[in-house]
């Protein structure tokens, strides 16, 4: 978060250690929560902070938060930020392809634009994917890896010619590496609030891109880390800050291994912004999201999430529950 405006993702090469992170206590916890009960009964109960929700672990020597100073932006702070709202005519999430997705080593677009439509519970539409030039978006070979990367600011750009009439915003995702500036390693992603658009590459989810083996269900554990970094940085477009309260899909990342550790849900904090500002029903979104991670067969967040919808007495819990 160099420059205003701006979210940056997982930097490498940035290694001035800051002041220590105070975990919030309990307390400071619950009043970043702010007045749950200012809320539906439904939501109330889906926003108690119990033990689904385990409170943020102090980061190890190299995590997002030993190595960079956040102090935290709690429900009140969101709300008065006023940040961009979807409006009755800028209701779409775009996802726009930039360039080849070799099937083995990428994640499934169609999965990708159903997770983000059941994580943000917004129509979200596939583009065409746009297949730039060779020398395209200024690209580089990283000095150090050798890594052909391109350019964020050049593809941000380019994405605000392309952006549709109805798009909340319009998000590029690519399989090339990135880079933010000609001093940086790499970037994961990186997203603007104020210009509606964002990039984000896929290009290190593949065990081969770290020289490790690919494991049997490689390609899910791809899609899992293309997921959760989708849903933190298009957070990001919802003006969500960095999450320094629970384990949550929103705390900040500083490498594939922290995100990894990171849980694929909100946390009550977050799960209360993302609602103030998108206004979905917040049991339709569980069940949505149940019925995606049954079919890609990631139990332990579909149990996560029936835990959840548990919570909820039988008489609020709509007829359809049963088919998940
Ligand atoms: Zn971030
Ligand atoms: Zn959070």
């Known amino acids: ?6 979210l940056l993702l997982a930097l490498i090469g940035f290694t001035q250690a800051r002041g220590k992170f105070e975990r919030p206590s309990e307390n400071e916890r619950l009043q970043a ?16 902070p119990d033990d689904e929700f385990p409170p943020i672990q102090p980061p190890r020597p190299s995590d997002w938060l030993a190595m960079h100073t956040e102090t935290g932006q709690n429900f009140e702070k969101y709300r008065d930020s006023h940040a961009n709202q979807p409006e009755e005519t800028h209701r779409t999430i775009y996802l726009l392809p ?9 994640p499934s677009l169609p999965d990708i634009r159903a997770y983000a439509a059941a994580f943000f519970q917004m129509e979200v ?29 050049s593809i941000r750009t380019f994405l605000k010619t392309q952006l ?6 319009l998000l590029g995702i690519t399989m090339s590496d990135l880079y ?53 940085e298009t957070a990001h477009m919802f003006g ?18 922290e995100t990894d550790a990171e849980p694929q849900h909100l946390c009550p904090i977050c799960l209360r912004k993302l609602h103030h500002t998108i206004g979905f029903d917040a049991m339709k979104r569980y069940e949505d999201l149940a019925r995606f991670y049954r079919h890609q067969k990631w139990f332990e967040d579909y149990d996560w999430i029936q835990r959840q919808l548990e919570k909820i007495p039988s008489e609020k819990q709509p007829a359809s529950r049963d088919s998940l």
């Not at 269900?217 to 899609?223: H, K, M, W």
Request: glycine share 6%; charged share 20%.
């Open 1 to 6: 978060m160099k420059l205003l405006g701006w």
């Open 33 to 48: 929560l702010g007045n749950r009960f200012e809320e539906s009964s439904t939501l109330q109960i889906l926003l108690t």
């Open 98 to 106: 930039i360039g080849d997705y070799d099937e083995e080593s990428s």
């Open 125 to 153: 539409k596939l583009l065409p994917a746009y297949l730039p030039h060779e020398l395209e978006f200024e690209p580089r070979q990283n000095p150090h890896s050798g890594q052909r990367q391109l350019l964020t600011s």
């Open 164 to 169: 549709p009439a109805d798009a909340y915003c």
């Open 180 to 232: 933010p500036a000609p001093s940086w390693n790499f970037v994961f992603g990186e997203a603007s609030l104020n210009e509606r658009v964002g990039i984000y590459s896929f290009a290190r989810y593949d065990p081969v891109f770290w020289d490790e083996p690919r494991s049997k269900d490689y390609r899910s554990l791809i899609l899992q880390r293309s997921c959760k970094v989708l849903a933190h």
């Open 240 to 257: 969500l800050q960095h999450c320094i309260y629970y384990e949550c899909v929103v705390n900040g990342s500083n490498g594939m291994n």
